[in-house]
T-cell receptor, first 112, second 112 residues
Framework: NAGVTQTPKFQVLKTGQSMTLQCAQD?????MSWYRQDPGMGLRLIHY???????DQGEVPNGYNVSRSTTEDFPLRLLSAAPSQTSVYFC???????????FGQGTRLTVV | GEDVEQSLFLSVREGDSSVINCTYT??????LYWYKQEPGAGLQLLTY?????DMKQDQRLTVLLNKKDKHLSLRIADTQTGDSAIYFC????????????FGPGTSLSVIP
């Protein structure tokens, strides 16, 4: 039981490049979310999903796309990276009957 | 809208009690959480409280909730150097059970 697994752990991109941050959970959780963490701003919700095939925007969705084709996976896509997207990204999952959200270890992204 | 506020820094001496405070704006909050983030790691749930409770105690941790003032606090008794971390207050509501909204985090430094 690995919990929530994020890859990669570190990434450097050039402005304008695209990439996908991977997130997978093996707990059969319905809810999955992506957050970005910036100093002094806590975690801000980017996108979330309440189940396979369903996604919705969070607080800061611009510049990011998501899809949820399976219960296990919730990838986050940056279509054209910008320096403002330099951040630490966390994926989280939660079961419908659970109160606790489980977090991955984070992906530290730098856009130069 | 939903907003969660915390002071950003707290410094205490080892063995003293730490009190981390949080205020929130959403009166329909159902669950209020305290998460801990150690350096370079993801977030771990420390404790949570339902909105119909005033207090919850769990070993060295005491959570107090003042619903009238929308104020939440976390008290750590006999603070140890291993308690040095960032502590996030967070809330979720019945209408958005799948979304957890975080405060900016309080960085706790424990002085030996």
């Amino acid at each position: 039981n690995a919990g929530v697994t994020q890859t990669p752990k570190f990434q450097v991109l050039k402005t304008g490049q695209s990439m996908t941050l991977q997130c997978a959970q093996d707990m059969n959780h319905e809810y999955m979310s992506w957050y970005r963490q910036d100093p002094g701003m806590g975690l801000r919700l980017i996108h979330y999903s309440v189940g396979a095939g369903i996604t919705d925007q969070g607080e800061v969705p611009n510049g990011y796309n998501v899809s949820r084709s399976t219960t296990e996976d919730f990838p986050l896509r940056l279509l054209s990276a910008a320096p403002s997207q330099t951040s630490v990204y966390f994926c989280a999952s939660k079961g419908a009957l659970n109160t606790e959200a489980f977090f991955g270890q984070g992906t530290r992204l730098t856009v130069v | 809208g939903e907003d969660v506020e915390q002071s950003l820094f707290l410094s205490v001496r080892e063995g003293d009690s730490s009190v981390i405070n949080c205020t929130y704006t959403d009166s329909s909050s159902t669950y209020l959480y305290w998460y801990k983030q150690e350096p370079g790691a993801g977030l771990q749930l420390l404790t949570y409280i339902f909105s119909n409770m005033d207090m919850k105690q769990d070993q060295r941790l005491t959570v107090l909730l003042n619903k009238k003032d929308k104020h939440l606090s976390l008290r750590i008794a006999d603070t140890q150097t291993g308690d040095s971390a960032i502590y996030f207050c967070a809330e979720s509501t019945k209408t958005s059970y799948d979304k957890v909204i975080f405060g900016p985090g309080t960085s706790l430094s424990v002085i030996p």
